[in-house]
């Protein structure tokens, strides 16, 4: 499969995962999960526009989003309900894959903007992840 294509299927698997969570959360840190959920979103969003558009600028085929766990084989979190731990310790767990995603693109032989616009993506969820996901989950 194309890394970029690739990229982009894995982002839609974040932000959807997110988007769950980001519903599905309970409990007394409800607004905290909640926003910050709804902040990965976001963003796992824009770089999965960023990421289509440039699979299809380098002529990757692209299949629908909706296909995109299926093609990827990726397993999406699906509790009817998170508490925070269980909820923080999801986000964190997803987020390591992505950021594991954009490593490996990062080994592949892609044009230079394309590797900066990565390691910048990579940059954000490495600092959301190894600072403030793990002070997250520190008893």
């Known amino acids: 499969m194309a890394i970029l294509s690739e990229l982009y299927y894995n982002a839609v698997c ?18 905290m999960i909640h926003n910050i959920c709804n902040e990965y979103y976001e963003k796992a969003s824009k770089d999965a526009d960023d990421l289509v558009e440039l699979a299809i ?4 085929s692209v299949m629908n989003a909706n296909l995109a766990a299926e093609v990827i084989k990726y397993k ?13 310790n999801t986000v964190y767990n997803v987020i390591k894959n992505y950021i ?7 080994t592949t032989n892609l044009d230079s903007d394309v590797e900066n616009l990565l390691q910048e993506y990579l940059r954000y969820w490495k600092k959301e992840n190894n600072y403030k996901n793990k002070v997250r989950m520190e008893v």
């Open 76 to 88: 999406p979190t699906n509790l009817k309900s998170y508490e925070y731990e269980e909820a923080i």
């Open 57 to 60: 600028e380098y002529n990757e």
């Open 100 to 106: 594991e995603k954009l490593e490996y693109a990062l």
């Open 14 to 31: 974040l932000a959807n995962d997110m988007k769950h969570i980001h519903t599905h959360i309970k409990g007394r840190k409800f607004d």
